[in-house]
């Protein structure tokens, strides 16, 4: 499975900015798909987790209300909306799918490059 993440930028804070996924190969194994994120310094983080089938959602306390994953199967591709954006949001993003639940990193096995998400204060 190859996962492409982009949708990155700059933005204020209180803005908004929509990440993308897509997954390619051998995508027919995918329980679950993740969005994960690490900030300078700091370790990777799950944002929040999606099940491929059923669409049941998981979110982190810190983005939880103003983050929504979502996906669409036809196009194997996974969504991040993140609204109401605050500066400590300012990290890489990173998508991630398993074929089993899970919310840890070691819970994934296929991971996309990451992509830049800085919002300024």
């Known amino acids: 499975v190859q996962l492409q993440a982009f949708g990155g930028g700059l933005v204020q804070a209180g803005g908004s900015l929509r990440l993308s996924c897509v997954a390619s190969?051998?995508?027919?194994?995918?329980?679950?798909m993740g969005w994960f994120r690490q900030a300078p310094g700091k370790e990777r983080e799950i944002v929040g987790a999606?099940?491929?089938?059923?669409?049941?959602?998981y979110y982190s306390a810190s983005v939880k209300g103003r983050f929504t994953i979502s996906r669409d199967n036809a196009k194997n591709t996974m969504y991040l909306q993140m609204n109401s954006l605050k500066p400590e949001d300012t990290a890489v993003y990173y998508c991630?799918?398993?074929?089993?639940?899970?919310?840890?990193?070691?819970?994934?096995?296929?991971w996309g490059q990451g992509t830049q998400v800085t919002v300024s204060s």
């Open positions: 190969g051998r995508t027919f194994s995918t329980y679950v």
């Open positions: 991630a799918s398993s074929n089993k639940w899970g919310i840890n990193i070691n819970d994934y096995t296929y």
């Open positions: 999606i099940l491929w089938t059923g669409g049941t959602t």
